[in-house]
Every structure is written in C-alpha cells, then in structure tokens.
C-alpha cells in the first residue's frame, strides 16, 4: 500500500524560481526520505530527516517535517533546467526496513 | 566502481513464458529489493531479502518469485501467472549496520510482455 502522497502531482516553473513540493501520510514514521527519478532512470537518494527532525538542509535542498500533521515539504531552490525530474516521498515505520513510496510529484523546470 | 547493475535495459517477452530479472550489487548490502513502477505511479515493493538464503513477500508478491543465494545477486523472476507483467522493474539494497536507511537503486529493467 502507498502511504505518501505528494502534492501537487505536477509542477512547472522557471528556471531560478523555488519549486516547493509537499507529501503527506498516514501513519507514524521512523524517518522520510526524498528521492529524485530522472525520466527512464533509477532513484537517486536526496535527504532523510527523522522523525525528531523539524527541518534539515542539502545544498538547495530545504526539507521540513510536521509529525503532528503528519505532512512533509521539499523546497527547492533557484531551480535548474537539470532539477527536471520526479520527485517521491518515502517512509519508513518503526523497525521495518521498508520504504512506502508515494505516487511523486513531476516536476518541470523551463530554461 | 561500485553499485547495483540490473540486465538488460529493456526485455520483451511473449504471455505465458516466464522471465528472470538480473540484479546485482557490489556496495556489499545486506539487504536486497525488487520495486514495480507502472506509468505515473509511485513505487510499490513485490520482494526484500535481508540476508542470504531468506527474503519476505512485499505488497504485491503474487505472481512473482525470487531467490538469494549469494549476497550479491537477487534476481526476480516474473511468472506467467503474474496478471499484467508489462511495467518498469527497479532493485535496489541498502546497509543494514547503523542508521542509514538511504536505498540504492539500479537504473531498471523495462519488461514488456505481449
């Protein structure tokens, strides 16, 4: 079953601007992972943040976390034509070593 | 050069047969994972094996089987009893030791069965 849900399910934007994703889910985490799918191609990694985590950065990675909301956000910044890819949302629960990945958001960044 | 390698890129089968899907990872990973991907959809879990000679059954395992006899390889075999086959197939592992959960991927099989 999928429990991240990532919001919007497609962004476009120009290149320089933030790009600001969000994922929501439903049941109590261990951590959240982000990850980047270019078109065809393997997940890469971007950031993790635990569940004790609010907020953490990555060079022009911002990711925050709301356990209370149950939500999480990805910002973005000064985007690249080179950022244009899928983004998801992954969590991870308790002792399980399983990632639940949401659908991604699609994200387009015009040179 | 280390990382996970899955083969071929892109396989086409006919219905009825069945077909294996190689991966294979040098990062010496205890833990092991076959991922589907369908169009503009997120990635949901078919197999993971956490050691050698052991693997469970993710969320949509029916009509798919694995083995893990080395530690390198976990290869996915995708039966002919599996409803709708065609779709991007991702492996990917991971350390068990420490607080990393980071998962690695390989770049994917695309199958497509007619």
């Known amino acids: 079953s999928q429990q991240g849900e990532e919001d919007p399910q497609a962004l476009s934007i120009q290149e320089g601007e933030n790009a600001t994703m969000n994922c929501s889910y439903k049941t109590s985490i261990n951590n959240l992972q982000w990850y980047r799918q270019n078109s065809g191609r393997g997940l890469v990694h971007l950031i993790l943040?635990?569940?004790?985590?609010r907020e953490k950065h990555s060079g022009r990675l911002r990711v925050t976390l709301d356990t209370s909301k149950k939500s999480s956000s990805l910002l973005i910044t000064a985007s690249r034509a080179a950022d244009t890819a899928s983004y998801f949302c992954?969590?991870?629960?308790?002792?399980?070593?399983?990632?639940?990945f949401g659908k991604g958001t699609l994200l387009t960044v015009n040179p | 050069d280390g990382g996970i390698t899955q083969s071929p890129k892109y396989l086409f089968r006919k219905e009825g047969q069945n077909v294996t899907l190689s991966c294979e990872q040098n990062l010496n990973h205890d833990a092991m994972y076959w991922y589907r991907q369908d169009p503009g959809q997120g990635l949901r879990l078919i197999y993971y094996s956490q050691i050698v000679n052991d693997f469970q059954k993710g969320d949509i395992a029916e009509g798919y089987s694995v083995s893990r006899e080395k530690k390198e390889s976990f290869p996915l075999t995708v039966t002919s009893a599996q409803k709708n086959p065609t779709a991007f197939y991702l492996c990917?592992?991971?350390?068990?030791?420490?607080?990393?959960?980071?998962?690695?991927f390989g770049p994917g099989t695309r199958l497509t069965v007619t």
């Open positions: 943040i635990r569940s004790n985590e």
């Open positions: 990917a592992s991971r350390r068990l030791a420490g607080v990393s959960y980071e998962q690695y």
């Open positions: 992954a969590t991870v629960g308790g002792s399980n070593y399983k990632l639940t």
